[in-house]
């Protein structure tokens, strides 16, 4: 009970003696009730694939013109307490995706109608036929990510940076990253296991196909899907 104890207060204190308050130019001119995640989370790792080639199309995909992650403010601050929460075991989070423009949906779209162009699939899904991506729900026409408050991520050590185990990779199209999926190693689920855990405590739905996604339960935008660049 006294551990519990000094454990929220610590992460009090620390979350207090980070708070961050925005004004529009430090917002870069964002939506009302948009952040850049830097802006809150100075620390955070980000790694965006969906602005560079490393990602299942193979290139910038339409709507990232920067690689500084977006995302709803109440996202952005649920995000600060896990890695409040994480920073105690030395550990944190590396962002891959936030916010996500409807263009870029779009974007998935038209590439999934060339079945043609595989130049990815060894990488990202191998075991998955190309036209089967959106009917078995890894690539969706419509996107929780466009209405700001929905994240893909996982765990580092925030010592040497390195990203944690989970036993497959980040949008790795395949029953591996299912959350619950049993064949791979006890920290391999271990590592899973935390990051939903903690997530879920900071205010997120996890996703049960992919270890990576979560949603903020009580998001602010709950029918709006915005299609503004990230620049």
């Known amino acids: 009970m006294i551990f519990q104890l000094i454990r929220k207060f610590y992460l009090i204190i620390l979350l207090l003696s980070s708070i961050t308050f925005l004004t529009a130019a430090d917002a870069g001119n964002l939506p009302e009730g948009f952040v850049y995640l ?3 989370i100075p620390e955070i790792s980000v790694e965006l694939r969906y602005a560079g080639n490393n990602n299942f199309v193979g290139k ?4 990232y013109e920067s690689k500084r992650c977006v995302i709803s403010a109440d996202a952005g601050y649920a995000l600060k307490r896990a890695q409040a929460e994480l920073r105690l075991f030395g550990l944190g989070l590396k962002m891959f995706d936030a ?3 409807q263009r870029a949906v779009d974007h998935f779209v038209r590439w999934g109608e060339d079945t043609s162009d595989t130049k990815m699939k060894v ?4 075991t998955v036929k190309k036209a089967d991506l959106f009917t078995t729900g890894y690539v969706g026409k419509k996107s929780a990510h466009t209405r700001g408050s929905t994240v893909d991520l996982t765990l580092i050590d925030i010592s040497s940076g390195n990203e944690l185990d989970m036993g ?7 029953e591996h990253s299912h959350v619950l999926y049993n064949n791979i190693s006890a920290q391999q689920k271990a590592n899973r296991m935390l990051l939903s855990r903690v997530m879920i405590e900071c205010g997120f739905n996890p996703y049960d196909k992919e270890w990576w996604h979560f949603s903020l339960r009580n998001e602010p935008f709950p029918d709006t899907r915005f299609d503004f660049v990230i620049k």
């Open 38 to 40: 830097d802006e809150i």
């Open 60 to 63: 910038p995909i339409d709507g």
């Open 99 to 101: 916010y996500r423009p």
């Open 123 to 126: 990488q990202y899904y191998p």
């Open 168 to 174: 497959s990779p980040y949008d790795f199209f395949d």
